[in-house]
């Protein structure tokens, strides 16, 4: 008799925590909504969640307009043709540096771990942008998320 209430017990404890922990996933805030990109970390986000959304429009507004600026169809392309692949990549914002029009926002990506017992690596990057017409518009991003195409001058 004792051992049936201790079974019990310890199966309603793991039903709590199955509840708790389908809880705590489905009402969890969206932290893939878009926000203000009135900061330049504000709009390094909008950027890399316009890339997982294939948004691909929104993501191209944030470039700068510069001569060696890629055509959207290229742009596109880099990541529809996976030449630019960052699904199996997190980053995490870890700083940013604004200096008159410039700024330098500090990142985290970390690769892999997306199947079991595969390792995973981190490593720092750094996204750099510029203040172009009263908006911040990015320069630079680390890869997968910029391909080293753009920055060739004709």
């Given at each position: 008799m004792k051992q049936d209430?201790?079974?019990?017990?310890?199966l309603a404890?793991?039903?709590?925590?199955?509840?708790a922990?389908l809880?705590v996933?489905f009402?969890r805030n969206?932290?893939?909504?878009?926000?203000?990109e009135d900061?330049?970390q504000?709009?390094v986000?909008?950027?890399i969640?316009?890339i997982y959304?294939?948004d691909f429009?929104?993501a191209y507004?944030?470039l700068?307009?510069a001569s060696d600026k890629?055509?959207?169809?290229?742009f596109?392309?880099?990541?529809?043709?996976?030449r630019l692949?960052?699904?199996?990549v997190?980053?995490?914002?870890?700083g940013?540096?604004?200096?008159?029009?410039?700024?330098v926002?500090?990142l985290?990506?970390t690769?892999?771990g997306?199947?079991l017992?595969?390792?995973?690596?981190?490593?720092?990057?750094?996204?750099?942008?510029?203040?172009?017409?009263g908006?911040?518009k990015l320069?630079?991003?680390p890869y997968?998320?910029?391909?080293?195409?753009w920055?060739?001058?004709?």
């Open positions: 209430r201790f079974l019990i017990a310890i404890a793991v039903g709590i925590m199955v509840i922990a809880l996933f009402l969206d932290s893939q909504a878009y926000g203000t900061t330049p504000g709009v986000r909008n950027y969640i316009a959304h294939e429009e929104r507004k944030a700068q307009d890629p055509s959207y169809q290229d596109q392309q880099s990541f529809l043709s996976r692949d960052p699904s199996d997190s980053v995490r914002i870890t940013e540096k604004i200096s008159d029009d410039n700024a926002v500090k985290n990506l690769h892999g997306t199947r017992f595969d390792g995973s690596w981190s490593e720092p990057g750094n996204a750099i942008l510029v203040l172009q017409n908006d911040w320069v630079e991003m997968p998320y910029w391909d080293w195409q920055d060739q001058k004709p």
